[in-house]
């Protein structure tokens, strides 16, 4: 339901604009967050299923491939703003995960991943997805959770950019982040129009 909101001339700063107003409220985020979280959620089922062990000799299936990247949730969690500090934990190409845990224990809502050469570098200056996650956080705040985000590195990626973005796509078609560009369709994210 896209409404036009009409500001009032009086009262409203001169910058403001005529965007639609987004129909927000907390059934409508927590709806979102458990379609997203219920797809992640047999993700990491499946990966438990698939981990490697011994195996039949003359078993007629094969063994399922295993994913070369380990659950992000076992990566050491940091705060956004990592790369300010004065030495960052991690350098190098690495594969970076974005999570929302405002939802409780066991609920941990993958919402970005993204891969770099420069895993201390990445977030300086303009990233898109900094621009989801502040309107994600608004939202949160509108609907009365508490945004609870933090950033995971695996830096055992590979160094070759064309290697690490293959990488990189089959963890997005796998977790299917709703912040990558190749996932916001199928989520319709509620809190931003783009």
Same mark, same amino acid.
């Given at each position: ?14 910058? #403001?604009?005529?965007?639609? /107003? ?21 993700? *990491? ?8 062990? $011994?195996? $039949?000799? =003359? ?10 990247? +380990?659950? &992000? ?9 990592? !790369?300010?500090? +004065?030495?960052? +934990? $991690? ?5 970076? =995960? ?13 919402? *970005? ?9 990445? !977030?300086?200056?303009?990233?898109? %997805?900094?621009?989801?996650? @502040?309107? *994600? ?5 509108? %609907? ?9 590195? !695996? #830096?055992? @990626? ?11 796509? /089959?963890?997005?078609?796998? !977790?299917?982040? +709703?912040?990558?560009? /190749? #996932? ?5 994210? &509620? =809190?931003?129009?783009?």
């Amino acid at each position: 339901m896209n409404r036009i909101h009409q500001p009032n001339l009086f009262t409203a700063p001169a910058s #403001c604009s005529s965007e639609p /107003e987004l129909a927000l409220n907390p059934e409508v985020l927590r709806a979102w967050q458990t379609r997203v979280l219920l797809h992640q959620q047999q993700q *990491y089922q499946q990966q438990q299923e698939c981990q490697p062990g $011994q195996y $039949q000799l =003359f078993e007629l299936e094969i063994a399922p491939a295993r994913n070369p990247v +380990p659950n &992000p949730l076992l990566l050491p969690a940091q705060h956004l703003h990592f !790369w300010r500090w +004065p030495q960052p +934990p $991690q350098r190098g190409a690495a594969l970076y =995960f974005v999570y929302d845990h405002s939802l409780g224990a066991a609920n941990d809502l993958l919402l *970005y991943l993204g891969e770099t050469g420069c895993a201390d570098r990445r !977030w300086k200056g303009e990233h898109d %997805c900094k621009a989801y996650l @502040a309107a *994600y956080g608004e939202g949160l705040v509108r %609907c009365g959770q508490k945004a609870q985000l933090s950033i995971r590195f !695996w #830096c055992d @990626a590979p160094s070759s950019t064309r290697a690490r973005r293959q990488v990189e796509q /089959e963890q997005i078609r796998l !977790w299917q982040p +709703p912040f990558n560009k /190749e #996932c916001r369709q199928r989520w319709q994210t &509620p =809190f931003q129009n783009s």
